[in-house]
């Protein structure tokens, strides 16, 4: 059997994800305690390299998480249609170096804080501008280097950010209820991906000036136990500038959808006299103390949204399989592509199934 490293999709499937993935079986799901390594240096360090995986970044666990079911069912048709077995992980550690920003005194008894902060740059300058705020919350920021905005997003920037936050966990005693995913501009927008796909790693997520609708090819909703552990223990804060008209505008857009899918834990940081430029030491001190605001869900009106939309969901998927049975395969089949990109991990494996029903043929 031949190894494959890229997955190339067919046109349809492309335009559902920003990049194409290298994926592989997911050896197992890894929970290790974060031990704090004595003498870890700290302060600004540049080129740091780290060594150790985790299959939570490997190619078979981001795609279950990040990819709506029928862009994985396709890619995994691909693989075998073309008798190609793939790696392990998608990054070589051994070529890749880090930005660390670590607070000069010790951590605080329950732990460091820690952002790990996707750049629109390919170097990290945001360490070296928020360090007094950084000392002040007693939080570590992270971030890799080639990674920037015209970097591929699947199989480098996300790996990347989880990579870097595993890391930085078994180097330094780390609080892991302030673990958070961040990003500035297109960064942004990747930060925002990783932490609704992995709210069990990051506790929140800072959106600085760039943000989208959650619910979209572009951000598919992941599967529905990550996507409830989302809606009740993540925040998510907005910070871009009064001045940033462009980007305001896709925050109210993306705090308006994820409303809509029954996430109540939205705050807004305001930088007057701010157009699309990083934030000052001072608003993202602020945005660091609305990250650590505890979640809180009115569970009654949660039960309710959710059920609105689980009821929504199996009405179109009853509808496709109508049609279906009706001989109605193309109406049937754009129906399940729009349920797909709209509902993503929550219409899985019934979507998937149906996707497989109309490929058989009548």
Not at 80 to 85: G, I, M, N
Not at 94 to 104: C, D
Not at 139 to 164: H, K, M, Q, W, Y
Request: aromatic share 6%.
């Amino acid at each position: 059997m031949g190894r494959s490293r890229f997955l190339h999709l067919p046109d349809a499937a492309r335009r559902r994800v920003q990049t194409v993935a290298r994926l592989l079986p997911m050896l197992a799901l890894l929970t290790i305690p974060f031990a704090h390594a004595a003498g870890a240096p700290t302060g600004l360090q540049e080129d740091v390299t780290f060594a150790a995986y985790t299959p939570l970044a490997g190619n078979a666990e981001r795609m279950r998480r990040l990819l709506s079911p029928l862009t994985a069912w396709r890619m995994q048709r691909a693989l075998r249609q073309a008798h190609q077995q793939l790696g392990e992980q998608a990054i070589d550690l051994a070529q890749e170096h880090f930005t660390l920003y670590v607070p000069t005194r010790a951590p605080p008894p329950q732990g460091y804080g820690l952002l790990v902060f996707v750049s629109p740059w390919d170097d990290v300058r945001e360490a070296r501008q928020w360090r007094a705020a950084l000392d002040r919350h007693d939080t570590i920021l992270v971030g890799a280097a080639r990674s920037g905005n015209d970097t591929d997003v699947l199989n480098r920037r996300e790996p990347l950010a989880l990579l870097a936050a595993f890391n930085v966990m078994q180097r330094y005693h780390v609080d892991p209820d302030r673990v958070y995913a961040g990003g500035f501009s297109g960064g942004s927008k990747v930060a925002l991906r990783l932490a609704l796909a992995y709210p069990d790693v990051f506790r929140g997520v800072l959106l600085e000036a760039g943000s989208d609708p959650i619910g979209t090819p572009e951000i598919p909703l992941p599967p529905a136990d990550l996507l409830h552990r989302f809606q009740q223990t993540a925040r998510v804060v907005y910070l871009t500038g009064d001045r940033d008209d462009y980007h305001q505008r896709e925050d109210a857009r993306s705090r308006e959808a994820l409303r809509d899918w029954c996430v109540a834990n939205l705050s807004s940081v305001a930088m007057p006299w701010k157009a699309h430029e990083l934030a000052d030491a001072g608003s993202f001190g602020r945005a660091l103390d609305a990250l650590a605001q505890p979640a809180q869900s009115d569970p009654d009106k949660l039960a309710r949204c959710r059920a609105a939309h689980e009821q929504s969901l199996q009405s179109q998927l009853q509808r496709v399989q109508a049609l279906i049975n009706a001989g109605q395969r193309e109406d049937a089949r754009k129906l399940l592509e729009q349920v797909d990109a709209s509902y993503g991990g929550l219409a899985g494996p019934q979507s998937v199934a149906l996707m497989e029903r109309l490929d058989a043929g009548p």
